[in-house]
């Protein structure tokens, strides 16, 4: 999706007077799944604050991308409770059949990797997220079948 | 919609719900929370209303939604009421037999219900469940109980009557002092003194005050602030509005993790029905009183549930902490007055006013009143979030309630209070634990993440584990956490790596010490903790990865390596064909073997061999 400078005017106002910058930046991540530097060049005359305060926020925060993301993140849950139950082979499984490291997305612009700290849902560990859907007590296997269906609906998507 | 702008109206309003409801009243409650979804309680929750439908039974027997009731272990978890007949694991394929049996005939169902794994006996009722029965569930008392979405429920459940008696029959100071005499602390982790803290915010000049819940629950292993707010929303709502009429604040704001988004949903609810009800926003409860609150999201950064750089984050700017003082109850939000409590404290504080102090303080130790939530997790068998008093000890924690450790393995040491906090060895099961046994043994109370490790647990990669996370969180603005932690890791690192050398140890210790004595906020002031226990509990294993050039738990990459059992081994190829590196090689029907120069220890070829051929040495 290109970025759309009258869009960004409309989610600052729907923000209202004394909008947080990064309520602001998060609607935008939300839409595009990164902050287009135009956004972010907009962004900083219309808060009246230098572009270089802007960057340090966008930076700063982990759900903020520079880049364009995949249509689809995959999150791998690697807080201690997971860690411990193997969180380490299901990604090293994930980044073997997608091509890619964490943070980064599939050359289709379909998949983006990410680990995440902990999702709270400890007892189920390992845990993968497929966009908003958990999985829980993950193995190799069972990542390897949620790719299958995860690649047969992005397929399906395009 | 019924607005009460009066203490006779609430409690009218609850008396009517009270008598229309049947405690008889056939129903069916579905564990809706996080981790039950997880495991598919939608689809039973949405399959239930269906099967019920179609049985023409819908409007004879409620399917409620609700929040998480801790054992999570065993989920989904259903439990059909009036009985209270709790079952496990329910899958949708269990629903028409449930229907079918149990709710037209009242019969159970033999594969459903709980099976005490050492007794073998058979546990048909949610509350005899030993998880249960040890525990003493107060702040989570109707956590599995309510909707969380429905207001009427948590009316009926004595909801805003602490509100209602706060703001009709208490004076600030007199709620001020109950809250200190219940000798409540702060439950994020720290555990100052509510009480106190809250007069330092009253007393503080300023004519604008804000309250904030930090519900940045950021430890890795913790999850009772999200099970809250998914669970009980209003029971946080309630106490912040008590807490706010105490310090005379009119704002307030809940700062939430953007990774937990049924929270969100479900606060937003409770904020949307109280404002409706009139119990937040202008004349709360007719009482003259206005306090409104809202929300903000977390953008991802453990440092910001830290208080100063939690504010820097709310006013808009990156989440790095200040120097203190001034201390937030002086100059805190835009540079007024501010308190701030995590969420477990909030939501201790109905319970305070409307049961009173005395209540409150008649469990726990001398220092450490009331009860503590923990999070069970890594290798225990009841993994799932419990409340139990203060002064327990971490045996009965672990195995009264915990269950112990599955599969016959040995209990090595429980992780407790995150990558803040330390672990506890064996010898110390005996701890009580309050606030100052665990600071006494390197440990802290922290937010309640425990994590269980066995002897498959290799100490030094989880201290290294703990370092890596809180060096990629370190904000960067001070120097020793900066580079202090990215020093150790790097040692760490090299230790796991094989390549440790004589005095790696006496570095850490020396190093982490430093980082702890001159670190600017608290992730770097506990950042050291799960090295310098581990180093102090569990040095032999430090040793026998720096001499010996040996992982005694077999977990380091660098110090093991994978072995195909020729024996074992049938030649079905599935390692060779999932091999990453292509380092197995074999024909097919005859044994494989490992090329130990190309493997990269990824452990694959392990979790998908169906024959255990694959052994690490």
């Given at each position: 999706?290109d970025?759309e400078?009258?869009?960004?005017?409309e989610t600052?106002?729907?923000?209202?007077e004394?909008?947080s910058?990064?309520?602001?930046?998060?609607e935008?991540q939300?839409?595009y799944?990164?902050l287009?530097?135009?956004a972010m060049?907009?962004?900083?005359e219309?808060?009246?604050?230098?572009l270089?305060?802007?960057?340090?926020?966008?930076?700063?925060?982990?759900?903020?991308s520079?880049?364009?993301?995949g249509?689809?993140?995959?999150?791998?849950?690697?807080?201690?409770a997971c860690?411990?139950?193997?969180a380490v082979?299901?990604?090293?499984?994930?980044?073997?059949?997608?091509?890619v490291?964490?943070?980064?997305?599939?050359?289709?612009?379909?998949?983006?990797?990410?680990t995440v700290?902990c999702l709270?849902?400890?007892?189920?560990?390992?845990?993968?997220?497929l966009?908003?859907?958990?999985?829980?007590?993950?193995?190799?296997?069972?990542v390897?079948?949620?790719?299958?269906?995860?690649?047969?609906?992005a397929?399906?998507?395009? | 919609?019924?607005?009460?702008?009066?203490?006779?109206?609430?409690?009218?309003?609850?008396?009517?719900?009270r008598?229309?409801?049947?405690?008889?009243?056939?129903?069916?409650?579905?564990?809706?929370?996080?981790?039950c979804?997880?495991?598919g309680s939608?689809?039973?929750?949405?399959c239930l209303?269906?099967?019920?439908?179609?049985a023409?039974?819908?409007?004879?027997?409620?399917?409620?939604?609700?929040?998480?009731?801790?054992?999570?272990?065993l989920?989904?978890?259903i439990?059909?009421?009036?009985?209270?007949?709790?079952?496990?694991?329910?899958?949708?394929d269990?629903?028409?037999?449930?229907?079918?049996?149990?709710?037209?005939k009242?019969?159970?169902?033999?594969?459903?219900?709980?099976v005490?794994?050492v007794?073998?006996?058979?546990i048909?009722?949610?509350?005899?469940?030993?998880?249960y029965?040890?525990?003493?569930?107060?702040?989570?008392?109707?956590?599995?109980?309510?909707?969380?979405?429905n207001?009427e429920d948590y009316i009926?459940?004595?909801?805003?009557?602490?509100?209602s008696?706060?703001?009709?029959?208490?004076?600030?100071?007199?709620?001020?002092?109950?809250?200190?005499?219940s000798?409540?602390?702060?439950?994020?982790g720290?555990?100052?003194?509510?009480?106190?803290?809250?007069?330092f915010?009253r007393e503080?000049?300023?004519?604008?005050?804000y309250?904030i819940?930090?519900a940045?629950e950021?430890?890795p292993?913790?999850?009772m602030?999200?099970?809250?707010?998914?669970?009980n929303?209003?029971?946080v709502?309630?106490?912040?509005?008590?807490?706010?009429?105490?310090?005379n604040?009119?704002?307030g704001?809940v700062?939430i993790r953007?990774?937990?988004?049924?929270?969100?949903?479900?606060?937003?609810?409770?904020?949307?029905?109280?404002?409706e009800h009139?119990?937040?926003?202008?004349?709360?409860?007719?009482?003259?009183?206005d306090?409104?609150?809202?929300?903000r999201?977390g953008?991802?950064?453990?440092?910001?549930?830290?208080?100063?750089?939690?504010m820097?984050?709310?006013?808009?700017?990156?989440g790095?902490?200040?120097p203190?003082?001034?201390?937030?109850?002086?100059?805190?939000?835009?540079?007024?007055?501010?308190?701030i409590?995590?969420?477990?404290?909030?939501?201790?504080i109905?319970?305070?006013?409307?049961k009173?102090s005395?209540?409150?303080?008649?469990v726990g130790?001398?220092?450490?009143?009331?009860t503590m939530i923990?999070?069970?997790?890594?290798k225990?068998?009841?993994?799932?979030?419990?409340?139990?008093?203060?002064?327990?000890?971490?045996?009965e924690?672990i195995?009264?309630?915990?269950?112990?450790i599955?599969?016959?393995?040995e209990?090595?040491?429980?992780?407790?209070?995150?990558p803040?906090?330390?672990c506890?060895?064996?010898e110390h099961?005996d701890?009580t634990?309050?606030?100052?046994s665990?600071i006494e043994?390197g440990?802290i109370?922290g937010?309640?993440?425990?994590v269980v490790?066995?002897?498959?647990?290799?100490?030094?990669?989880l201290?290294?584990?703990?370092?890596?996370?809180?060096?990629e969180?370190?904000?960067?603005?001070?120097?020793?956490c900066?580079?202090g932690t990215?020093?150790?890791?790097?040692?760490?690192?090299?230790i796991c790596?094989?390549?440790?050398?004589e005095?790696d140890?006496?570095?850490?210790?020396?190093?982490?010490?430093?980082?702890?004595?001159?670190?600017?906020?608290?992730?770097?002031?506990?950042?050291?903790?799960?090295?310098?226990?581990t180093?102090?509990?569990?040095?032999?294993?430090y040793?026998?990865h720096?001499?010996?050039?040996r992982?005694?738990?077999k977990?380091c990459?660098?110090?093991?390596?994978?072995e195909?059992?020729?024996?074992?081994?049938?030649?079905c190829?599935?390692?060779?064909?999932?091999?990453?590196?292509?380092?197995?090689?074999?024909?097919?029907?005859q044994?494989?073997?490992?090329?130990?120069?190309?493997c990269?220890?990824?452990?694959?070829c392990?979790?998908l061999?169906?024959?255990?051929?694959?052994?690490?040495?």
């Amino acid at each position: 999706m290109d970025f759309e400078p009258s869009e960004l005017a409309e989610t600052i106002e729907k923000n209202g007077e004394g909008a947080s910058l990064i309520s602001v930046l998060e609607e935008i991540q939300a839409r595009y799944r990164y902050l287009p530097q135009a956004a972010m060049v907009l962004v900083s005359e219309r808060f009246g604050v230098p572009l270089s305060q802007v960057y340090s926020v966008a930076t700063f925060y982990h759900s903020f991308s520079l880049t364009p993301r995949g249509k689809h993140t995959i999150s791998v849950c690697t807080g201690t409770a997971c860690h411990v139950r193997g969180a380490v082979q299901v990604l090293n499984r994930l980044e073997t059949t997608l091509g890619v490291q964490p943070n980064e997305t599939t050359l289709d612009r379909q998949f983006t990797l990410q680990t995440v700290n902990c999702l709270g849902c400890c007892a189920l560990g390992p845990v993968v997220v497929l966009d908003s859907e958990y999985e829980g007590q993950v193995t190799t296997r069972k990542v390897d079948k949620l790719l299958k269906r995860a690649m047969r609906q992005a397929g399906g998507d395009q | 919609m019924i607005e009460l702008r009066s203490p006779q109206a609430l409690a009218d309003y609850r008396q009517r719900l009270r008598v229309a409801a049947d405690p008889q009243q056939r129903r069916i409650r579905v564990c809706d929370g996080t981790g039950c979804r997880a495991l598919g309680s939608r689809k039973v929750l949405a399959c239930l209303q269906e099967t019920l439908r179609e049985a023409g039974l819908a409007d004879e027997i409620e399917v409620i939604p609700t929040g998480c009731p801790g054992f999570c272990e065993l989920g989904p978890l259903i439990t059909i009421d009036p009985e209270g007949i709790a079952y496990n694991k329910v899958s949708v394929d269990d629903v028409p037999a449930i229907v079918a049996k149990t709710i037209t005939k009242g019969e159970i169902i033999d594969g459903l219900v709980f099976v005490d794994p050492v007794t073998e006996q058979i546990i048909i009722h949610d509350n005899e469940l030993p998880f249960y029965t040890k525990q003493m569930r107060r702040v989570l008392e109707l956590n599995g109980e309510i909707d969380p979405t429905n207001f009427e429920d948590y009316i009926a459940h004595s909801g805003y009557d602490a509100l209602s008696k706060a703001l009709w029959e208490m004076t600030p100071e007199q709620v001020i002092e109950e809250v200190d005499q219940s000798g409540l602390r702060g439950r994020g982790g720290a555990g100052f003194p509510t009480g106190l803290k809250w007069r330092f915010c009253r007393e503080s000049p300023g004519d604008v005050k804000y309250i904030i819940c930090n519900a940045d629950e950021g430890d890795p292993g913790a999850f009772m602030d999200r099970s809250i707010l998914e669970g009980n929303p209003h029971s946080v709502v309630e106490g912040t509005i008590v807490g706010a009429y105490a310090m005379n604040a009119t704002q307030g704001y809940v700062y939430i993790r953007n990774e937990y988004p049924l929270a969100v949903q479900n606060l937003t609810i409770a904020l949307k029905q109280a404002r409706e009800h009139g119990l937040l926003g202008r004349d709360i409860l007719g009482s003259g009183f206005d306090f409104d609150i809202n929300i903000r999201i977390g953008s991802g950064a453990f440092v910001c549930g830290e208080e100063t750089a939690l504010m820097a984050s709310i006013e808009g700017r990156i989440g790095e902490p200040q120097p203190r003082p001034p201390y937030p109850a002086q100059s805190g939000l835009w540079g007024k007055p501010t308190n701030i409590n995590n969420v477990k404290t909030w939501a201790n504080i109905p319970l305070v006013i409307r049961k009173g102090s005395d209540w409150f303080a008649s469990v726990g130790t001398d220092k450490s009143k009331g009860t503590m939530i923990f999070s069970l997790v890594g290798k225990i068998r009841n993994t799932g979030l419990v409340e139990v008093p203060m002064g327990i000890s971490l045996g009965e924690l672990i195995y009264d309630i915990g269950g112990g450790i599955p599969g016959g393995k040995e209990f090595k040491a429980a992780q407790i209070g995150g990558p803040s906090g330390g672990c506890i060895p064996k010898e110390h099961l005996d701890v009580t634990i309050d606030y100052e046994s665990l600071i006494e043994l390197g440990a802290i109370m922290g937010s309640g993440g425990l994590v269980v490790a066995d002897e498959d647990t290799c100490m030094v990669d989880l201290a290294r584990y703990f370092l890596n996370f809180t060096q990629e969180e370190s904000c960067g603005k001070c120097v020793p956490c900066r580079i202090g932690t990215r020093a150790m890791l790097e040692t760490l690192e090299r230790i796991c790596a094989g390549r440790g050398r004589e005095g790696d140890i006496e570095y850490l210790i020396e190093i982490g010490q430093e980082v702890k004595r001159s670190s600017l906020c608290a992730l770097g002031g506990t950042a050291p903790n799960p090295v310098l226990t581990t180093i102090r509990y569990f040095r032999d294993e430090y040793e026998a990865h720096i001499y010996d050039k040996r992982c005694p738990a077999k977990v380091c990459k660098g110090l093991i390596t994978y072995e195909i059992i020729t024996e074992l081994c049938t030649g079905c190829t599935i390692c060779a064909r999932n091999c990453p590196v292509s380092a197995i090689s074999g024909e097919k029907g005859q044994p494989h073997v490992i090329d130990p120069e190309s493997c990269t220890r990824c452990g694959v070829c392990r979790s998908l061999c169906n024959f255990d051929a694959i052994a690490v040495h």
